[in-house]
């Protein structure tokens, strides 16, 4: 079992920044690949960016490459989003996720946060 809780959410103006934090606890989240989501209202819940399970590589969705990062310190069980340039259109409930497999899609995740809301304002 791994609990995650997600932090760093806040309303911010376009062409700023934020960062969230995912704290885990439970079983290392070594054992597993690690990312986030993110859902807007009506929407599907979309891949953002994730580790694979070992935290060799980092994937991002193409509608954040160049703008996010995707970063972890394993010494605190954490995962950060760190969010550049942020649009309108990134205005979502963003999620922490960890998986058993790879982390993709909204079925490969086991284990979820509650989610912090993201709001950019034009």
């Known amino acids: 079992q791994v609990q995650l809780v997600e932090s760093g959410g806040g309303l911010v103006q376009a062409g700023g920044s934020l960062r969230l934090a995912c704290a885990a606890s439970?079983?290392?989240?070594?054992?597993?690949?690690m990312g986030w989501f993110r859902q807007a209202p009506g929407k599907d819940r979309e891949f953002v960016a994730a580790f694979s399970w070992n935290g060799a590589y980092t994937y991002y969705a193409d509608s954040v490459k160049g703008r996010f990062t995707i970063s972890r310190d394993n010494t605190k069980n954490t995962v950060y989003l760190q969010m550049n340039s942020l649009k309108p259109e990134d205005t979502a409930v963003y999620y922490c996720a960890a998986g058993g497999g790879r982390l993709r899609t909204r079925e490969d995740g086991d284990y979820w946060g509650q989610g912090t809301q993201v709001t950019v304002s034009s």
């Open positions: 439970g079983r290392s989240f070594s054992y597993y690949a």
